[in-house]
């Protein structure tokens, strides 16, 4: 047993930002109003977070990679007869990562278009219309439960792990390391990460809508029949 590296720098970066930002966009969309200007900005920081995470699970160090902790039906069925060994996400939480980073997907992808019959629209409102868009906040509105309930058990795995395994999932997420008999992380450098983070960047300045013309002005006074 040693002192060995399990979350890199940017993994951490990554996970407390998405929880701030879920935090804040389940708050602010309670809020409504003038809030849902602060929702669709969680939505887009979302969206960098989540491109960024994919292309570090397969740049990034060793254990932040989808090659390491995404397993086949036989590596749960030993993790659940208590025969798996190993650091980083186990075979049954890599289910959990995946189904949180597929399901915010969903999420950002149709907020994106989304509209809420009032003041706000989501950036990419005007590539679809009004019909389209309704359909699209039905499927945001349908997986939103979805996603608190895969945080809820997120959570309920960590609480399940600190008192029942004598676990502490949480600090190895704060500090990057842990006590275990693994190999400590490699791979991952500054030059991964610039690319990860550059293409994040690129997607939400697309996602932003920023590059699309303006809208057409109202037509002037008088330049319509009254009736």
Not at 199 to 213: D, E, M
Request: hydrophobic share 50%; charged share 10%.
């Amino acid at each position: 047993m040693q002192r060995i590296t399990i979350w890199d720098l940017p993994t951490r970066v990554f996970h407390w930002v998405l929880v701030i930002c879920v935090a804040g966009a389940f708050v602010s969309v309670n809020i409504g109003g003038n809030a849902m200007v602060w929702h669709g900005r969680f939505g887009l920081t979302v969206l960098g977070l989540l491109v960024f995470r994919v292309i570090w699970g397969f740049v990034g160090s060793t254990y932040a990679r989808f090659s390491q902790f995404v397993r086949g039906p036989g590596a749960i069925k030993a993790y659940l007869r208590g025969e798996w060994q190993g650091e980083g996400h186990n075979p049954l939480g890599a289910l959990s990562v995946l189904g949180l980073l597929g399901t915010l997907a969903l999420l950002v992808s149709t907020g994106l278009f989304a509209n809420d019959d009032i003041a706000f629209e989501g950036p990419l409102y005007s590539l679809v219309g009004k019909d389209l868009s309704d359909k699209l906040v039905g499927i945001h509105r349908l997986i939103e439960p979805l996603i608190i309930l895969l945080v809820v058990a997120h959570v309920g795995a960590i609480g399940f792990y600190a008192r029942i395994k004598k676990q502490n999932l949480i600090k190895p997420m704060i500090t990057g390391w842990k006590v275990g008999s693994g190999e400590t992380a490699r791979g991952g450098g500054l030059i991964a990460f610039i690319v990860a983070a550059l293409l994040a960047v690129g997607v939400v300045y697309g996602a932003s809508g920023i590059w699309l013309p303006p809208p057409a002005p109202p037509p002037a006074a008088g330049s319509v029949p009254s009736w």
